[in-house]
């Protein structure tokens, strides 16, 4: 199994400028999740989907982050426009809904993006 | 009070202790727990979870849970220095859905 897939793995761009991070899932795996990193506030969900749906996106900073899954194998996070503020590490995860019982809710991150918004 | 907190650290335990790792969250109800290894620079890792009462052992790594504490706990029995890494505690909340809150992490420093 290949895992979940991100990229790029490294991302430097000007303020104002539009970023797209992409994540491939694992196949088979129902739920996503994108998360955001930061020495100051930690691991934060950002937003994540059930079956290409997108079900919470409380954490979505503001209206420059949008996120979607046109499809079970494909979900881009996008910030437009963005700001020194956005730098940080991006990671996607998926998970599997279906198993029942104790498999549920394991999530397997990628490897992250690294954002730097100078 | 965070959704799951943790002492940040650094925990330092010399090479062969035991390291213990703790964390507690508000949710009551929150149904699953799960312990996340990082070492810097790279992505979390799942190391165990746990969802009933009591001790889950898997080689030299413990998970404790009282629900009644709302306390987790991660015991790692002969700590080696490639232990050395950030230990995310992560809570399924019970309205969560199957969304996971993670604490801030402790770091974890085996001295050999």
């Known amino acids: 199994d290949a895992g979940v897939i991100q990229s790029p793995r490294h991302e430097v761009t000007e303020m104002g400028q539009e970023v797209t991070l992409r994540c491939k899932p694992i196949s088979g795996h129902n739920s996503l999740f994108w998360y955001r990193q930061t020495m100051m506030r930690g691991l934060e969900l950002l937003i994540y989907?059930?079956?290409?749906?997108?079900?919470?996106d409380s954490g979505m900073p503001e209206d420059r982050f949008s996120a979607k899954m046109p499809n079970a194998s494909f979900s881009t996070l996008k910030i437009q426009p963005s700001e020194p503020r956005d730098s940080a590490v991006y990671f996607c995860?998926?998970?599997?809904?279906?198993?029942?019982?104790?498999?549920?809710?394991?999530?397997?991150f990628g490897a992250g993006t690294r954002l730097s918004v100078l | 009070q965070k959704e799951v907190e943790q002492n940040s650290g650094p925990l330092s335990v010399p090479e062969g202790a035991i390291a213990s790792l703790n964390c507690t969250y508000s949710?009551?109800?929150?149904?699953?727990f799960f312990w996340y290894r990082q070492y810097s620079g790279k992505s979390p890792e799942l190391i165990m979870f746990i969802y009933s009462n009591g001790d889950k052992e898997d080689g030299r790594f413990t998970a404790q849970l009282n629900k009644a504490s709302q306390y987790v706990s991660l015991l790692i029995r002969d700590s080696q220095p490639s232990d050395s890494a950030t230990y995310l505690c992560?809570?399924?909340?019970?309205?969560?859905?199957?969304?996971?809150?993670f604490g801030a992490g402790t770091i974890l420093r085996v001295k050999s």
């Open positions: 949710d009551r109800g929150s149904q699953s």
């Open positions: 992560a809570v399924n909340p019970r309205k969560g859905g199957n969304k996971l809150v």
């Open positions: 995860a998926s998970s599997s809904v279906v198993n029942s019982g104790i498999a549920k809710n394991i999530q397997y």
């Open positions: 989907f059930n079956n290409n749906v997108p079900i919470d």
